[in-house]
Nanobody, 125 residues
């Protein structure tokens, strides 16, 4: 059974940093690409970052909106995914989800086969 459990969200001032974690027991973690996606109030689900599995060399990718500020990483021994967020902006305020099996469709919609319960990140002074 796939479980994804996020933690590490909170309230932070603009320019601050947070580190999100996602515990992922229940499947062979290193076989899968993993994703961070987010949903801001009143908006749809947005892809933030992803990292390939071991067979694909752990290649990271980032949305333009977070490139240079966020860093995705994974610890396959601990079945854990991370997102280090720096230089946070109010526009980063959202519920952040750890996910697996995500696809972005031609319509622009994002759907993920598995998603955790999410962790709230609020960037405000």
């Amino acid at each position: 059974q796939v479980q994804l459990v996020e933690s590490g969200g909170g309230l932070v001032q603009p320019g601050g940093s947070l580190r999100l974690s996602c515990a992922a027991p229940g499947f062979t973690f290193n076989n899968y690409a993993m994703y961070w996606v987010r949903q801001a109030p009143g908006k749809g689900l947005e892809w933030v970052s992803s990292i390939n599995g071991r067979a694909s060399g752990y290649m990271p990718n980032y949305a333009d909106s977070v490139k240079g500020r966020f860093t995705i990483s994974r610890d396959d021994a601990e079945n854990t995914l991370y997102l280090q967020m720096s230089s946070l902006k109010p526009d980063d305020t959202a519920v952040y989800y750890c996910a697996r099996g995500c696809n972005i469709y031609a319509t622009g919609s994002l759907k993920c086969t598995y998603r955790g319960q999410g962790t709230q990140v609020t960037v405000s002074s």
